[in-house]
């Protein structure tokens, strides 16, 4: 995680959240989740209005004061729900994140241009579609090559050198004196080349609820890659199709409603996309990134309870992670360095943290299969797998009980990793 998202987390010293007694894994109707969703939400658009315009070039600047100015009115009316609604698609919040990151990080003009430029049309697109635009337009002069929309499961490539005009229902293009209108409504309809210089593809697919699986990807951080055997994260199906890749994510999806539904309910809460990074058949590899809240990168594998395991442990990353924008967790997140019971290199205590609030209900699912006599349980492999997860999960906790220095609500989290610790040394795990 990058030093900027840590200081982004600590500049605000009050508690926005209470103690969380069951983050890890749900007690039955438990709103914890639901909770810190909410509170990083409210964050999230306070983290928009508040975008400096002064730190970008004037277009870009000029839009997003325009954007922004209309969004403000909403959030102060009725319509307060259709900020959330718009500011809550991980397409957009993952751009608010990351502006935010690297307005206090590297400062980096041109990725804050371009990041802030997407993020406006991204919005005003929204906003045209909830027809919550006025009638006279609101005109960007600095738009992307292409708007991605998790609404309308489009992505939609803009021709080069356009002035955009968002209105309520429709997009007009405009260069020189030429205009065209794009119906908003019909846009799912449209295929590439229906229009010249223009085209619409459906890269979105639906495997269960509104989780998607996504073949493209608006991160600006997918090629920031902090395991050491990886290269970052590009959209890669591995040479399946993406029917295959929903059946078999369908199928892990299942296995958590069945044996963990509280925390398949959570699930549905808070994730959003799944992203495909290829296929291994030797080894899988997963990914989250704290800016990007509700997505996860997974390749493909053959065993099914390595899929079921991706999605927990990447689901869990995400939970942990939007309560770090709203609390430090631990005093001495980032230093100094320990050994982890799974990765190769040292990592900091919020890494190990990661790990076991991660593995912990994993182990809880091996628990209740083995108890249902799951025909997957059945076999060695499974038990010893079982075993290892356990043992990894007892040693961070004996690292993070030794070193951590949890705040107020990291010590929330703590207890609880501590309780599930003792129930599997009792159980002889």
Request: hydrophobic share 40%; glycine share 6%.
């Amino acid at each position: 995680m990058p030093r900027s998202v840590a200081a982004a987390a600590s500049r605000d010293k009050t508690l926005l959240v209470e103690p969380p007694v069951d983050l890890t894994l749900p007690e039955p109707g438990s709103s914890t989740t639901r909770r810190i969703l909410g509170a990083y939400l409210k964050r999230t658009v306070t983290d928009f209005l508040r975008i400096p315009a002064g730190r970008f070039h004037s277009e870009v600047a000029d839009d997003f004061t325009a954007i922004r100015a209309v969004v403000e009115r909403l959030s102060r009316s009725a319509e307060a729900g259709l900020v959330f609604s718009i500011l809550r698609r991980v397409t957009v919040s993952t751009l608010v994140r990351c502006i935010d990151a690297e307005l206090w990080g590297g400062g980096d003009v041109g990725k804050l241009d371009a990041w802030l430029a997407e993020l406006d049309a991204l919005v005003a697109f929204e906003l045209a579609r909830a027809g919550a635009l006025p009638a006279s337009g609101l005109r960007l002069r600095r738009a992307p090559r292409r708007i991605v929309s998790l609404a309308t499961r489009t992505a939609l490539t803009l021709p080069a050198e356009r002035t955009v005009v968002f209105s309520p229902g429709r997009i007009t293009l405009e260069q020189g004196a030429s205009r065209f209108d794009v119906d908003l409504d019909d846009l799912k309809g449209l295929g590439p080349g229906d229009v010249t210089g223009r085209a619409v593809s459906q890269p979105y697919h639906p495997i269960a609820h509104d989780l998607l699986l996504a073949e493209v990807d608006n991160n600006p951080l997918s090629s920031v890659e902090a395991h050491p055997e990886k290269q970052g994260n590009a959209v890669d199906l591995g040479g399946r199709t993406a029917a295959e890749w929903t059946e078999v994510l369908r199928n892990a999806l299942e296995r958590v409603e069945k044996y963990l539904p509280d925390l398949a309910e959570e699930m549905r809460l808070v994730m959003q996309l799944l992203v495909p990074v290829g296929y291994d058949a030797e080894r899988h590899l997963s990914a989250s990134y704290a800016e990007a809240i509700g997505t996860a990168y997974l390749s493909l594998h053959p065993d099914p309870m390595t899929m079921t395991e991706a999605l927990i442990h990447e689901f869990s990353h995400n939970k942990l992670n939007a309560l770090f924008r709203l609390d430090p967790i631990l005093e001495n997140a980032f230093n100094p360095l320990f050994s982890s019971p799974v990765r190769p290199d040292p990592r900091p205590l919020y890494g190990v943290l990661l790990a076991v609030h991660a593995f912990t209900p994993v182990a809880r699912l091996y628990e209740l299969m083995t108890e249902a006599g799951d025909p997957l349980s059945t076999s060695p492999a499974f038990t010893r797998r079982y075993g290892k997860i356990v043992e990894g999960n007892h040693e961070a906790v004996v690292t993070l009980s030794e070193h951590a220095k949890a705040t107020p609500v990291g010590r929330g989290i703590l207890d609880e990793l501590q309780r599930w610790d003792a129930h599997y040394a009792r159980s002889g795990h």
